[in-house]
Each structure stands twice: as C-alpha cells, then as structure tokens.
C-alpha cells in the first residue's frame, strides 16, 4: 500500500446503459439494487482521512443522492474520482450549479461561488469512449450519445480534469481511433488512457480455480481472442497515434496552450507492463483496496470474494483480518493468474509508480 489509500469503490452496480460488450450486465441483472445514504455514509465514516475513492464502472451519477455523497467527503476532504458513461454528466452539473446547500461550502474566491469548483476535492472525471460517431451509439445502443457527449465535455475541460479511456478492441477500426484522437485532441483534452481488453477464457478461469480453491471469478461471458491478434492489433493501433504526431503538421495548427510551446495530449497505455520484460504485478493487489456493491471489502472486479462490511468495522481495522490478508497472500504467490494476463491493473512491480 501507498501512503494514500486508494479505494475503488463499486457504489451499485446498477447502470443506465446495456453495452453490447458489457462483461458484467449478468452479474449486474443478480444485483442492481441502489444502497441506502445511512449505509453509504457510515462507510464514508469508517475510512480514514487519507483516502482517494475512485466510484468506477457502474454509473455513479445515477444514485440519486450522489451530490449529498460528494457533499460528505469535501466535509471530510476526502478525495474522490469518477468514471463515468457520460450521460448524466450535464444533468449533475446543472444540479451542482443550481444546489444552494454547495453555497454552505467556503467561497472559493472574491465575487461569489463556482459550485462546481466548490467540489474541489473532486479531482478527475474519467470517461469512457471506445469509438468515435455513430459507431459508439451503436456499441453503446443510444442513437444521441456521442453527439452528446460531444456538447458537454468541452464544456467542463476548463473546470475540472477529464481523461478519456478507450478500450482498444480489434473491432474498431484504425480510421475510427485517429478520428477520436484527433477530436480528443482540438478540445485540449489533457490525456488519452488506452486500455488493453481482457481476454480470458472458462478455461483460464479453470485453472485459475485450480491454483485457489476458494477462488469466485465472475466470467465475462465473452469468447477469448487469441492473444498475439490482440497485441498486434494493440501495437498497430499504438504505432498508427505515434504517426500521427510524429508525422502530421497539422496537429501543429491548433493554438498553443501557452508561452513556449505546443503541448500535445498524452497518451497513456493499460496495462504497460505487457509490452515490456517487466516483473509484473498487480496494482489493485499492490496499492489500491476495493469495496464492493455490498460495502464488503473485496479483491477485484473478476475476483469476487469478500470480506468485512466497512460500513460496520473500520477500513483500518478490516484490512487486518487475517482472512482477507491470507487470501490476497495466495493470490500473489499463485501470480499471475491465468485470468489476471491481460488484466489492465498490471504494473511493474520494479517501479515506484
Ligand atoms: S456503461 Fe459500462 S457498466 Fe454500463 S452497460 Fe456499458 S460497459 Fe456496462
Ligand atoms: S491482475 Fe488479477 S487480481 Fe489484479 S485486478 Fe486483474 S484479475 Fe484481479
């Protein structure tokens, strides 16, 4: 573990979209219930102040009392991320602007309040686009969603930190990644995440299982690729960006962001550690915790055993149960899983990041 605990937390797995790709909708359709504020706040209670909370993968602007949550952990100073399918990001915003209860929280400067500045311990919105136009309506089944998406984030890029992650899957295209990247690009978003996509099979799960008895893996019920298709199309795909900057002077006619030079916007690659002779680990074991959608700590969102419920025991105390720390024991003596191989969480275990 870091100084800082990194948390991601799985608030409920309730979603307002039915990706075709989804790799959890079944796992979702066996629980989708939304957890009650009492519950969420006496987990909130139970971490200590040096926590980061990342709410990823289901949609957190979905919960209804979302801006009471938030509003919790400024009062904490708790830091906190979201990842998020976008379609509510405008309907949050406008509740945040229009909410006077934000008005409680100290005047960030002379001349009055900028609410959602005033969510200052709110330090980055992650979300998720795998294509550009009508193809991510399509993957996503919502005909107006990229237009939409297209409206809003602009509009937040000067307020708050956005990072836009794509799953670099073999289907879609190289003309469709370099339109995103080059749009990404003229709005001045600041990073691009491309994400390695996890590919495993039954059998992987198997022999998995295998190696920890006790070991509960949710399945994306999805059929494994053959492994050296995904990295060389990850490869190409990689090459083809490098191009692009290398290569095309137009990208140099966009403005410069500030005295001394064009900044362009970084590119970072889930999991690096594949495409290099690293010693791999995992960070999600290493340096982060998870707390499921029952509040239960828990290990990853593939391995799904859990442990004490933090909203009745403290994180501190919950991450000394001899249960859980022999359980994550086997896990990294076992490493890497069979299903862990292409796993986005892998890091080097040699570097400090
Ligand atoms: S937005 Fe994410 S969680 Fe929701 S259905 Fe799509 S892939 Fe699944
Ligand atoms: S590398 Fe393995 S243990 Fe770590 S998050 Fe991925 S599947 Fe879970």
């Known amino acids: 573990m870091t100084d800082k605990y990194i948390i991601n937390w799985e608030l409920s797995l309730a979603c307002n979209l039915d990706c075709s790709f989804c790799s959890q909708k ?73 909410n006077p209860t934000l008005n409680s929280l100290p005047k960030i400067r002379e001349g009055g309040y900028n609410k959602i500045e005033q969510l200052k311990h ?23 969603l990229f237009n939409k ?10 307020i708050k930190n956005i990072t836009i992650s794509t799953v670099i899957s073999p289907n879609l ?11 990404l690009n003229s709005i001045w978003i600041k990073e691009h995440k491309l994400i390695y996509m996890m590919n495993f099979s039954k059998i992987d799960v198997e022999n998995s299982k295998n190696k ?9 019920g999805s059929e494994k690729l053959d492994n050296n298709v995904l990295k060389n199309n990850f490869l190409e795909k990689l090459s083809l960006l490098k191009n692009l900057w290398n290569n095309n002077p137009s990208l140099y006619s966009f403005p410069k962001i500030r005295e001394g030079g064009y900044k362009k916007i970084q590119i970072t690659i889930e999991p690096i550690a ?80």
């Not at 509040?295 to 009745?312: A, M, P, Q, V």
């Open 122 to 144: 709110l330090t980055q919105i992650n979300i998720s686009i795998d294509w550009y136009g009508d193809f991510h309506d399509i993957s996503r089944w919502k005909k107006w």
């Open 26 to 98: 079944e796992r979702r359709n066996l629980n989708n219930k939304i957890p009650s504020l009492e519950n969420i706040y006496q987990i909130i209670d139970n971490l200590p102040n040096n926590t980061h909370i990342s709410f990823l993968w289901w949609e957190t602007l979905m919960l209804p009392n979302i801006i009471d949550i938030f509003k919790k952990l400024e009062e904490r100073w708790i830091s906190y991320e979201i990842t998020t399918n976008g379609i509510l990001l405008d309907k949050f915003f406008g509740v945040v602007m229009n």
């Open 274 to 353: 594949l495409f290099k002779k690293w010693k791999i680990s995992c960070k999600q074991l290493d340096k982060q915790l998870r707390i499921d959608e029952n509040g239960k700590l828990s290990i990853c969102e593939f391995i799904t055993n859990n442990f004490d419920d933090i909203s009745k025991i403290k994180l501190n105390d919950a991450i000394k149960n001899n249960d859980f720390i022999e359980f994550k024991k086997a896990i990294k003596s076992n490493f890497p899983l069979d299903i862990c191989k292409t796993c986005c969480k892998l890091y080097n275990e040699n570097s400090s990041n």
């Open 173 to 183: 295209t190289n003309e469709n990644i370099v339109k995103l990247h080059l749009w």
């Open 212 to 220: 920890i008895k006790e070991l509960k893996i949710w399945l994306p």
């Open 149 to 158: 998406l297209k409206k809003v984030i602009p509009e937040l890029i000067n």
